[in-house]
């Protein structure tokens, strides 16, 4: 198993640009979930999913959007990019509510 | 809601030292409890998680956390810390709801 794949590992975008950050697991786990990490700021929740076709809003969800088509991937889009969006992306899944995530390797933006 | 606070953004021991990393939660249902460890540039590795049951969770690499209702805490130990246990530690909670919130987490640092 690949456990959790996010694609790219890193990125330079332009103010105003958007893009995708890819998601992929294959462990068939229900939930998933996109976190941003800053320097002493921890984990925090952009948006999350509890199954196909479901999602919802997290801490953190301006200037992001996602969709579940599918169990497996989840990608999550930045529609116009800004500085502040500057951080490290992870995608992380889990079989169900009580469990512990698995988290991806990450993703480091950088927004110029 | 639930909210999680690690006590010390930065703690420092001596190789063959104790290590103890302290956790406090905040959670209006029994919670779920989990420690995470990440190592330079990779995502995050779930050490221990505590559910229900034995309040004492054994986890990976030697480590350990006692769940205390009382204290709302749930802190990690390891009884002699080795160099390669240097990393970012953090705490998170699940009160019951599909997601986990994450402390801000501790570095750790270990000096020969």
């Known amino acids: 198993n690949a456990g959790v794949t996010q694609t790219p590992k890193f990125q330079v975008l332009k103010t105003g640009q958007s893009m995708t950050l890819q998601c992929a697991q294959d462990m068939n786990h229900e939930y998933m979930s996109w976190y941003r990490q800053d320097p002493g700021m921890g984990l925090r929740l952009i948006h999350y999913s509890v199954g196909a076709g479901i999602t919802d809003q997290g801490e953190v969800p301006n200037g992001y959007n996602v969709s579940r088509s599918t169990t497996e991937d989840f990608p999550l889009r930045l529609l116009s990019a800004a500085p502040s969006q500057t951080s490290v992306y992870f995608c992380a899944s889990k079989v169900g509510r009580y469990y512990g995530y698995t988290f991806g390797s990450g993703t480091r933006l950088t927004v110029v | ?112």
């Open chain 2, 1 to 112: 809601a639930q909210s999680v606070t690690q006590l010390g953004s930065h703690v420092s021991v001596s190789e063959g030292a104790l290590v103890l990393l302290r956790c406090n939660y905040s959670s209006s249902v029994p919670p779920y409890l989990f420690w995470y460890v990440q190592y330079p540039n990779q995502g995050l590795q779930l050490l221990l998680k505590y559910t229900t049951g034995a309040t004492l969770v054994k986890g990976i690499n030697g480590f350990e956390a006692e769940f205390k209702k009382s204290e709302t805490s749930f802190h990690l130990t390891k009884p002699s810390a080795h160099m390669s246990d240097a990393a970012e530690y953090f705490c998170a909670v699940s009160g019951g709801y599909s997601t986990l919130t994450f402390g801000k987490g501790t570095m750790l640092l270990v000096s020969p």
